[in-house]
């Protein structure tokens, strides 16, 4: 077990890099250190020797990936890419292009989106297997039927729609909650109401329609129809039965989403005005700030490789036949 | 009657709603007696299984009870409301299912399973669950039944889990057990058991046993009636003695004659031509009468009455209903001789020579390599020009693993293969690839093996396309025509896909794609065990037509003794990845010298009741080829072994020409 999780853990590192490379090259299609700069200066008429000093000071005076003018291994190593992506491997994320400390920011901003994530997470996981559980107890009735076009319906409206609609009518209309906006401690309940239900319901169409799907697929079991034969009430097949066999995908489906959370949402946080990572992800794109997107990728990338290690441990948690190896 | 137990009164079953729905039951009459094992006979897709769940009401939601009356003991089983047949249900009725490997829970202990339903029915042990689950699992022969109580299906071999299940049935102390098809999936050695367990209980606890299956065999050994099920419909019943001796029904007859055996060998298997006609309809006249031999006018346009003519013997045609009843040829079931076609001294095509297969087993963050999975340990095999070599042994004994290797899908890890003078593991690229063209194979499940996206033509070109045999476009077509006509098809299936046939008619398309590139030997891999008896008669007689037309070897792997003895020549024995006894069939069936050779037949279920063989049987499973026992690796189950049989493996010792076994009993 330990041996495969450190294994895995070993896999993970050329993904990284691969990520790593993707994204700064990606990043560097579009942009030029000389755009970085003029951006950071501010756009207009700067004299080059300002450029090239911040270029020096932040880093970026050296060629992107190759050095030809160096030799040896430092052909490869001085370079702007090895320089930045060395320290983000010792999870040393520095200092942003602005100067701002990068994972002072994180520390401080994960938070936020935290709490959003996680109430959402929670609430829409009962609210979705509570509801699959009873159309799956009316499997193959009318109710069945207009459940799942219910579902289709609600999974074919953009998230968007939920959230403008959903401050609209809550915030503008009823003046129940405030549109937008963040307040520590708790103060900001008021704030996150709101992007939580409105999370929850956006989550319900797909939700609900792919745990029926995993329910009604255990029910047609043969081991089902065995502890049928054993004269079970329906009640006990369900819940003791089928629950424990369809919750296997259900909870790994879960934890690998679980690291994930710190992420936040780019969109929601930036509907709802809440300083969390999505919403200074977006903010980074938007000034070209090199650094912290780096650093988000590479953390979104470490938390997904950890998401799949951590669903490969629930497994053998869960299901008896599963063991690592 | 007091004695009956269970009585079943013009059952209708359908399935589906609608315009046309499914007449799986059609007014099905039974009656079942106290302590009695009452057999359900018929082929794939009568409604044996339809029967079974319907007295339990376990129906499928599309299926509904439309007319009929079922009664156990007094209680009307139609008219209770769903909480009190809970009751019922695992209560004075149990039942076990066709595929032990996927009717437990996968995530609960067995313990746990059985201990449900002792907490449902069993008032009397409430206080003390536990001690009774440990009791159910010691009554169906689980060994070490403390430790077995925590652990999970999936550590358990397939018998043992149909044990488990067994249990689960019990808890409630049944009056009826009903079993769809309990030992199916089974290996015979282990069947064997199932069957001994389950008339054990009988007689301890005197209940009565509802056993469907499609194995005339199964049948003779164990029942006291049998009822014969055809299209949704009863068509024969009788006691199993009188059922075996003078079989009524044109349908039951053609049964008998479509087992294969060696007394059949010289002649043409009976087939059941066509199939089950569909069941979505009214009929007008006999369900049977497209492929009835005997079909007379009348049969067509009205249906046969029920014909009681005995207490207890029943038939439904219209030759029984005159006087002049029982014109049928009595069915021969004594020993026929062997037909010694073996005349001319046979040239050996195929020659392997100690070939192994062993899979690495990796662990580790490195992933080393800390053992191996023997599958095949040494291999010897000689097949000649136009014979048949049949590789017989239990599932896991390593005889696919075998056919792979031959055919370089596998990799050997050691041995030779030699074919017709080429050495084939060291054959590479180009020259194996031609080669290929002269070794085919045929595998189980015609339908896994074709891309259901081909049409026929394509599936039957493919290999003539690869090899660059078969000429041009229009040649092939020809070509195409000519092999589908070998296989007994119309030229028209060249233009329907897969889907549209039947098993057995896809298995002749995976015939004829095999024949396409003129291959010299074929390796068939349990070509009929998906098939019913009666269709696999057709194979069988269509893979021996062709071996005499063309010449053909075949390698024949199969767990079915049946099928040996009436196709092959010489037999190999496998255990747990080793030759044990090998022999032309004469030699290997008539006098088996190995100990575990002599278990195998003597588990054969024979289609003769009352013929009291000696049964040896044997305890427990095969053991894993990853840790194969030390000496002899049979010496754990053979009920001959001695002190020296765990010291080291024996020799093959030749007692003729073609025969050798590996047994110390031999060695002097
Ligand atoms: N779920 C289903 N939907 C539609 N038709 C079905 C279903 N299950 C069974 N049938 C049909 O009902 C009829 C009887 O089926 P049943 O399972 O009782 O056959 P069986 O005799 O048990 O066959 P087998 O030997 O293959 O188990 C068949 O025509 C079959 O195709
Ligand atoms: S009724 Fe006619 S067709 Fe049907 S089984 Fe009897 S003889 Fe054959
Ligand atoms: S060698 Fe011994 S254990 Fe093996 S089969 Fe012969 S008698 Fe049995
Ligand atoms: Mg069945």
Redesign the interface.
């Known amino acids: 077990m330990m041996a495969y999780i450190v294994r895995r853990a070993l896999y993970g590192i050329p993904i990284l890099i691969g990520v790593n490379v993707i994204t700064f090259m990606l990043f560097f299609v579009v942009n030029s250190p000389e755009d970085m700069a003029r951006m950071h200066l501010g756009m207009k008429r700067v004299a080059p020797e300002a450029i090239q000093k911040w270029k020096q000071e932040h880093g970026y005076d050296k060629p992107l990936l190759y050095n030809a003018a160096a030799s040896g291994t430092e052909s490869l190593t001085d370079t702007i890419f090895f320089e930045k992506s060395i320290k983000l491997f010792q999870f040393e994320f520095g200092s942003s292009d602005s100067g701002r400390d990068i994972g002072y920011d994180i520390s401080q901003r994960m938070w936020p989106s935290l709490a959003i994530a996680v109430p959402t997470l929670i609430v829409g996981l009962a609210i979705n297997i509570t509801f699959a559980l009873l159309i799956a107890f009316f499997r193959a009735t009318y109710i069945d039927y207009w459940s799942v076009v219910l579902c289709v319906v609600m999974m074919s409206i953009s998230a968007l729609f939920y959230i403008i609609g959903g401050q609209y009518v809550v915030s503008k209309l009823l003046h129940l909650v405030p549109v937008s906006g963040y307040d520590t401690g708790l103060g900001a309940v008021k704030f996150l109401i709101l992007p939580v239900i409105i999370g929850v319901i956006g989550g319900i169409g797909s939700g609900t329609r792919w745990y029926r799907t995993l329910f009604l697929e255990e029910i047609n079991k043969d081991y089902v129809r065995t502890a049928r034969s054993k004269g079970l009430s329906e009640n006990r097949v369900l819940f003791q039965h089928v629950l424990k066999n369809a919750m296997i995908p259900i909870l790994t489906g879960v934890v690998v989403i679980l690291p994930l959370l710190f992420m936040g949402s780019l969109i929601t946080e930036n509907f709802f005005g809440i300083p969390g990572l999505g919403s200074y992800t977006i903010e980074a794109i938007n000034r070209q700030d090199f650094a912290i997107v780096r650093s988000m990728v590479f953390l979104g990338s470490v938390l997904y490789i950890l998401g799949l290690i951590l669903t490969d441990i629930s497994y053998t948690l869960v299901d008896p036949r599963v063991r690592l190896s | 009657m007091s004695d009956t137990l269970l009585r079943i009164k013009n059952l209708k079953t359908w399935l589906g709603r609608g315009a046309a729905p499914v007449r799986a039951i059609d007014g099905i009459d039974l009656e079942i007696k106290k302590g009695e094992t009452f057999a359900l006979l018929g082929e794939s897709g009568c409604g044996k299984s339809m029967t079974a769940l319907s007295i339990?009401r376990?129906l499928p939601?599309?299926g509904r009870i439309v007319d009929g009356s079922i009664h156990l003991g007094e209680t009307s089983l139609l008219d209770l409301p769903e909480?009190r047949m809970?009751?019922?249900?695992?209560?004075r009725m149990?039942?076990i299912?066709q595929?032990p490997m996927?009717?437990?829970?996968?995530?609960?202990t067995v313990g746990a399973?059985i201990a449900?339903?002792v907490r449902?029915?069993d008032a009397s042990q409430q206080q003390d669950v536990e001690t009774r689950v440990v009791e159910l699992l010691k009554a169906v022969g689980i060994p070490d039944p403390e430790q077995r109580f925590g652990e999970?299906p999936?550590q358990l071999s397939g018998g043992m889990k149909q044990r488990v299940?067994i249990a689960?049935?019990l808890?409630?102390r049944p009056q009826l057990l009903i079993a769809d098809e309990p030992t199916t999936a089974l290996d015979v050695t282990i069947q064997a058991q199932v069957l001994a367990l389950m008339k054990q209980l009988q007689q301890e606890s005197g209940m009565a046993i509802l056993l469907i299956t499609h194995d005339l065999g199964v049948v003779a050994e164990v029942a006291d009636r049998v009822a014969v099920m055809y299209a949704g419909q009863i068509v024969e019943t009788a006691p199993c003695k009188a059922f075996f001796q003078t079989p009524r029904h044109p349908y039951s007859q053609k049964l008998f004659h479509s087992i294969p055996g060696r007394d059949k060998r010289s002649e043409r298997l009976a087939v059941i031509e066509g199939t089950v006609p569909p069941l979505d309809q009214e009929f007008s006249g006999c369900r049977f009468a497209d492929r009835c031999d005997a079909v007379m006018l009348i049969c067509r346009h009205q249906p046969p009455q029920w014909d009681q003519y005995a207490e207890g013997q029943g038939v439904r045609c219209h030759l029984q209903e005159g006087a002049e009843a029982a014109v049928e040829q009595p069915v021969s079931l004594g020993e026929g001789s062997v037909a010694v076609a073996e005349n001319s001294p046979p040239t050996p095509l195929l020659g392997v020579n100690d070939l192994k297969v062993h899979f690495p087993i990796?662990?580790?963050?490195?992933?080393r390599v800390v053992g191996h999975v023997r599958a095949v340990d040494g291999v010897s095999l000689e097949i000649p020009v136009g014979q048949t070599l049949a590789v017989v042994g239990e599932s896991g004994c390593g005889k696919t693993t075998v056919g792979k290797a031959i055919l370089q899908l596998i990799k050997p890890t050691a041995g030779q293969v030699r074919f017709d003078g080429d050495e084939l593991t060291r054959l590479r690229g180009e020259a194996l690839r031609r080669r290929r063209a002269d070794l085919q194979i045929i595998f189980q499940d015609p339908m896994a093996s074709m891309n259901p996206r081909m049409l026929v033509r394509n599936i039957i070109e493919e290999g003539m396309l690869a090899q660059g045999v078969g000429g041009h476009a229009a040649e092939r077509q020809i070509r195409v025509a000519q092999l589908l006509g070998q296989v007994g098809l119309p030229a028209s299936a060249a233009d329907r896909y897969p889907h549209e046939f039947s098993g057995g008619q896809r298995q002749r398309i995976c015939v004829a794609r095999a024949l396409a590139v003129e291959p010299r030997l074929i390796i068939c891999d349990e070509p009929t065990s998906a098939l019913d008896v009666s269709v696999q008669a057709q194979i069988l007689n269509l893979l021996q037509a062709l071996q005499q037309q063309l010449g053909l070897s075949y390698l024949f792997i199969t767990h079915d003794i049946a099928v040996v003895a009436y196709l092959a020549h010489e037999v190999a024995v496998m255990y747990l990845g080793r030759v044990v006894e090998r022999g032309t069939v004469a030699e290997v069936l008539d006098d088996p010298q190995h100990p575990y050779t002599q278990a195998l037949l003597s588990a054969v279920p024979v289609a003769e009741p009352g013929g009291k063989r000696k049964r040896i049987h044997l305890e427990g499973d095969m053991p894993s080829p990853s840790n194969p026992p030390a000496g002899c690796h049979f010496h754990p189950r053979c009920p001959q072994a001695m002190e020296r049989c765990q010291k080291s493996y024996p020799k093959a010792i030749s007692l003729s020409e073609t025969r050798a076994v590996s047994c110390l009993l031999l060695e002097q």
């Open positions: 339990m376990l939601p599309i909480n809970r009751n019922e249900r695992g209560g149990g039942m299912f595929e996927t009717s437990l829970n996968p995530v609960l399973q449900e339903a449902i029915h999970y999936h299940v689960m049935a808890a409630g990796h662990k580790g963050i490195f992933r």
